[in-house]
């Protein structure tokens, strides 16, 4: 088959690079001439887990390719994937849809045949409706299917995602999207990957519910963290207690500093929207969106009550930054409503992370950047991990707190056992652990 994808992105360069994987041809457009000069050089422009290797053994392989000319990419393509970013317009929380409309506009231009345009962009209910519309007024004489095809990739984890999904999410309104859709996934689907054709304004929804439910399961977990601490619970034991049980599963159910990302935060207000546009009430997912605003700074107040209150003029060393380990991504990242909390209350903030600090370097001010961990806490007032990465999962206690001011250890992802940390002599606070 021949593939196009639109956006050389997240999405779309791990989906690309997928996709040529399985033996398609690929080529992927990106409007940006410096991204795809970068990718033609076989460089990645972001973090993410064996993406270098794929793309570069499909390139070399002659099944994928880079432009950022559309026109003459989409001759005889069967399916035109449109993976381009859908942010939260400011002020209202709406998907802003113009990336998405501008392909559209741009695919109908460039049309020479019968073809699928599938949305990988996660966009609101109905935009595959408005993408028929668009192409149809451009080019009557087109002759196109429009599908849904939503991304459930976890990023550090995207490759393994796609290729080992739990399901694939089709939506399609006629027999030729989804004959089209179900020879692009054949591979997948002889591994017996669920194939799962619904109508496409079902799959559009799939994918907000989805990770609306996600948020809610993370959500909930935090709050029983919050009551554990009150009553002398164990969080972590209450989420195998319950995750035990199928009908709940225990994925998600990590308490923690809250969730953030490029997805869980802006999926959520946009269903929101949604829902108030047709008048329908989501009621939890709003308290879910209230919880998890007000959850990261809390943050910040328990790092300040750990320091025994007040962290002026203190130095507080923080390990982790991304929103969550394995990627460089700082999007709406609990560390950027904890890095401010703790300098509007007259802390400096010291921090290292693996990946993150170029990306954090955009968001932080008045940050200052270790070079690794133990510089990290060298002289600090508290250590506080706020993203479990791999490597701060077995430090060096002895030599950290040699190092630290004061032996005050924040572990907000609750990686550490606290009897062990009290052993050595830390003063040790965690997220719903007595
Ligand atoms: C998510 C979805 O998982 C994926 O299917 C979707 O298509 C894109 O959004 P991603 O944003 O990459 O993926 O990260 P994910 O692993 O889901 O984590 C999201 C946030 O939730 C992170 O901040 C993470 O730290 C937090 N989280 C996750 C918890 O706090 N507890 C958990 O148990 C799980």
Request: hydrophobic residues 45%.
């Amino acid at each position: 088959m021949k593939i196009v994808m639109v956006g050389a992105g997240y999405v779309g360069l791990v989906s690309g690079a997928c996709f040529a994987d399985f033996g398609h041809s690929v080529v992927c457009v990106d409007k940006d001439p410096g991204r795809v000069a970068m990718l033609r050089e076989g460089r990645i422009p972001i973090f993410e887990p064996g993406l270098a290797d794929l793309v570069a053994k499909n390139v070399r392989d002659g099944r994928l390719s880079f432009t950022d000319a559309l026109g003459p990419s989409i001759a005889g393509a069967d399916a035109i994937f449109i993976a381009v970013g859908t942010p939260s317009r400011r002020g209202d929380g709406h998907a802003d849809l113009t990336y998405v409309f501008d392909a559209a506009r741009e695919i109908a231009a460039a049309l020479d045949g019968p073809c699928v345009i599938v949305t990988k962009s996660t966009v609101p209910v109905g935009t595959g409706d408005e993408i028929e519309r668009i192409i149809h007024e451009a080019r009557p004489d087109a002759d196109i299917s429009v599908a849904s095809n939503p991304e459930f990739l976890r990023e550090g984890a995207a490759i393994s995602d796609f290729k080992r999904p739990d399901r694939i999410v089709v939506g399609v309104e006629d027999e030729r999207g989804r004959a089209v859709m179900s020879e692009v996934y054949r591979p997948l689907y002889l591994n017996q990957a669920p194939l799962l054709f619904t109508g496409r304004r079902t799959s559009e929804l799939i994918k907000y519910a989805a990770n609306a439910f996600l948020a809610t399961k993370i959500t909930f977990i935090n709050e029983m963290a919050d009551l554990c601490e009150a009553v002398g619970a164990n969080v972590q034991e209450v989420a195998r207690g319950i995750g035990l049980d199928n009908r709940i599963g225990s994925k998600f159910l990590h308490a923690g500093p809250g969730y953030g990302g490029s997805c869980f935060p802006k999926d959520t207000l946009a269903l929101i929207r949604t829902a108030s546009d047709h008048d329908v009430p989501v009621s939890i997912v709003e308290s879910v969106v209230n919880a998890n605003d007000k959850r990261k700074r809390a943050m910040a107040r328990r790092i300040i009550a750990a320091c025994g209150g007040d962290v002026r003029g203190k130095t507080i060393a923080l390990l982790g930054l991304t929103f969550k380990p394995n990627t460089d991504d700082m999007r709406d990242a609990p560390s950027i409503a904890i890095v401010r909390a703790l300098q509007d209350a007259g802390a400096q903030v010291r921090a290292y992370d693996p990946e993150g600090v170029e990306q954090a370097k955009l968001v932080l001010e008045n940050v200052e950047y270790a070079p690794g961990v133990y510089e990290c806490a060298a002289g600090a007032d508290a250590l506080c991990i706020v993203t479990e990465w791999d490597m701060f999962r077995s430090l060096d206690f002895a030599r950290i707190k040699a190092t630290l001011r004061a032996p005050v250890l924040v572990d907000l992802r609750n990686i550490y056992r606290p009897e062990e940390l009290r052993a050595l002599g830390f003063s040790y606070v965690s997220v719903g652990r007595p």
